[in-house]
């Protein structure tokens, strides 16, 4: 199968400051990556679509000038949370789609956001 | 809309099987996949099945749908205590898109 990595793994930081997330698909090119926040004993939430090469696309609710999304190339996407606050520690998931697997998502490992 | 609704317990002995249940509410699913996520862990893909079968047999795991009741189940054979996790059923009303999550059924699996 597919094999997704996301970096890091848990982070911990100060509110106000800004975190990043990499989710990378190792062995294939993937056009479009999603990414997923849960918070504890809940179920995955989509926060947005991100394509190569274009902007991200949102779910309601969503704000996106909270939670910036970058795909600058077919292997990396990055998740920016700026200015955090304790509300937004939550386990944030990427998963991606591959060529000849389109019926299935891959998903990265999660990176658990603690937010002081 | 959609919904996908799970319980959210099962315990179960170790050896024996284990069936956890899912309904959706939207007729128009394609894919109806079951994922594994162990404690603080990213989600494992166990398996899935096209809106158009029936059932769907991988190894222990037999994955039954009733299209009509709109139920999905995934029943584990012969249960071990590493099986013990939260199970995700998902829906996707098309290939490669969004998929929308039932709440999670912890499996506790006892010696």
């Known amino acids: 199968g597919a094999v997704v990595s996301q970096h890091p793994s848990w982070v911990i930081c100060k509110s106000g400051t800004s975190v990043k997330i990499e989710c990378r698909s190792l062995?294939?090119?993937?056009?479009?990556m999603f990414w997923y926040r849960q918070f504890p004993k809940q179920s995955l939430m989509l926060m947005a679509t991100?394509?190569?090469?274009?902007?991200?696309?949102?779910e309601q609710g969503v704000e996106k000038d909270k939670f910036l999304i970058n795909h600058a190339s077919l292997t990396l996407s990055t998740l920016t949370v700026t200015s955090a606050h304790p509300e937004d520690s939550s386990f944030y998931i990427c998963?991606?789609?591959?060529?000849?697997?389109?019926?299935?998502?891959?998903f990265g490992s999660g990176t658990q956001l603690s937010v002081l | 809309g959609e919904d996908v609704e799970q319980s959210l317990f099962l315990s179960v002995r170790e050896g024996d099987s284990s069936v956890i249940n899912c309904t959706y509410t939207?007729?128009?699913?394609?894919?109806l996949y079951w994922y594994k996520q162990e404690p603080g862990a990213g989600l494992q893909l166990l398996t899935y099945i096209f809106s158009n079968m029936d059932m769907k047999q991988d190894q222990r795991l037999t994955v039954l749908l009733n299209k009509k009741d709109k139920h999905l189940s995934l029943r584990i054979a012969d249960t071990q205590t590493g099986d013990s996790a939260i199970y995700f059923c998902?829906?996707?009303?098309?290939?490669?898109?969004?998929?929308?999550f039932g709440q999670g059924t912890e499996l506790s699996v006892k010696p």
């Open positions: 998963s991606v789609t591959a060529p000849g697997y389109n019926e299935k998502l891959f």
């Open positions: 062995d294939f090119q993937a056009t479009t």
């Open positions: 998902a829906e996707t009303l098309n290939q490669g898109g969004k998929l929308i």
């Open positions: 939207d007729s128009s699913s394609t894919y």
């Open positions: 991100s394509n190569e090469g274009s902007k991200a696309t949102y």
